[in-house]
């Protein structure tokens, strides 16, 4: 279902992988690592040093696999890595915080987001969606 609703724009394939992020790698990875690129079937991944990028290197089949279970056919088949500084927005700062009020997404984020049959995965891609949707709306 996921592959239907996005596999035409990626944006949306992007944001379904960011939101996947940390249920993929983990919270403690997850802290230390942000999603920022996806090129054709590579997943680009920042992390902060050359020791969680071992770490994220040895469990890229695990990462490749987890992905797959969830993105389908929008799933990457290699990652990447570069080391810098993080700069994912953190949870506390997320959906909510800003000083405008949050319209809610629209009814095709509203839709894609009911298909996602697991609740922390569909929260997380709400949140993403719409903070997407904001920096657009922004820029």
Known sequence: MAGRLFTRVPSAQLALLRAAWSRVVGGEIAR???VISLDRRTL?????DAGWQRVLHRMQRQILSRLSAIAGEMAPTRVGFTV???TTVPESHSVGSAASPDPGPPPEVEAAARAIQDAALRERFLRSAALYLQRKHHA
């Open 84 to 86: 810098g500084e993080i």
């Open 44 to 48: 680009t991944v920042r992390v902060t």
């Open 32 to 34: 230390r690592s942000e």
